[in-house]
């Protein structure tokens, strides 16, 4: 059998034909793609210059958000719903993409700004966001990236439910139920970065933050038990 890297080599695609659903759900991603990315036109070329700063920031915004939309494109190819639940929690999401867009440029933007010396001092900083608001504000970015994946736990944890109907291989399923765990992950990154960033002394708030590096190893370990539980199905069904 020929190796893949993708996860796709675990499902059949079911969604053939694009729906009004995926339409609609396009036009939202593109229109969040639009919030990060407008800005005004530099008026110097001084000012031009200094996008580059802005174009890293877009640059990490627009990484998340094609991460997101592939975890979407990949929901409808693979089953194909288009019922009552699916068509519900797909709406919450494309709500939940155009509110978090804007905590998530000021985060990337800030980030940049920060670590490649454009704030000076420490006046800079505490104009754009006082330290005593760092906590309010990783509360505020955890809950939209909490309830943005949350929902595509949701989701996929509807797909589950419809494994019969959609005559899902163990496989499938496996898979399936990685991107409920990954969801359910999320959540708890989220909620754990937001716990210790209200508990932290003062001046200590923004080390919250660094609770989203365990994202990179957790999904990575839930992610190759998954395939290795994924191969193994394959293999027992003579795939």
Known sequence: ???????????????????????????????SLTL????????SFDALLALWREAIALAMCFALILLIWSKHHAFHRRYGLDDGVTVFLNSIVLFLIMIFAYPLKFLSLFLVNFFTGYYTTGAQIHAVMPLDQVAAFIVIYAAGYAAVFGVFALLYAHALKR???????????????LEVQQGVA?????????????LMPYGFAPFGGSV???????????????????????????G
């Open 1 to 31: 059998m020929t190796e893949h890297t993708s996860s796709e080599r675990y499902f059949i695609w079911r969604g053939r034909d694009v729906t009004r659903v995926e339409n609609l759900s396009d036009i939202v991603f593109a229109l």
């Open 36 to 43: 990060i990315v407008a800005s005004s036109v530099p008026d």
């Open 163 to 177: 494994a019969a109907d959609l005559k899902l291989s163990p496989a499938e399923i496996i898979m399936t139920r």
């Open 186 to 198: 999320s959540i708890v990154i989220s909620a754990l970065a937001a716990i210790v960033a209200l």
């Open 212 to 238: 989203y590096f365990l994202m990179g190893p957790v999904m990575t370990i839930l992610s190759r038990r998954a395939r290795k539980q994924a191969d193994a199905a394959q293999a027992l069904a003579g």
